[in-house]
């Protein structure tokens, strides 16, 4: 977790930022190596966990922040899926 002086979620969130950028690289290239359920099994263990993390304490985070993340899990959630970049993204679930 990162805090700034002022007790801002920015740091924070550029940090998870960047982390959830290089993973939806990596899920880009893998779903023809491996099946939904894997994927899935990945997502959970590095991508889910790390944006439920602290959750609770977001509130106070700016609108723009939250959406450039929730815009990078969305892309990774699509790609997991197979589905088009013009659909809305269902939840994933662990089975």
């Not at 924070?12 to 779903?31: A, D, N, T």
């Not at 700016?62 to 969305?74: D, E, G, M, P, V």
Request: aromatic share 12%; proline share 2%; net charge positive.
């Amino acid at each position: 977790m990162h805090l700034d002086h002022k007790l801002n979620w920015d740091t924070h969130i550029s940090k998870l930022e960047s982390k959830l950028s290089c993973y939806s690289g990596k899920f880009y290239r893998i779903p023809e190596y491996l099946s939904t359920n894997e994927l899935k099994m990945i997502y959970f263990n590095l991508v889910y966990s790390h944006l439920q993390y602290a959750i609770g304490a977001w509130v106070s985070a700016t609108k723009t922040s939250l959406h450039r993340l929730n815009t990078i899990h969305n892309k990774i959630i699509k790609t997991i899926s197979c589905s088009s970049y013009r659909r809305h993204v269902t939840p994933l679930t662990a089975n």
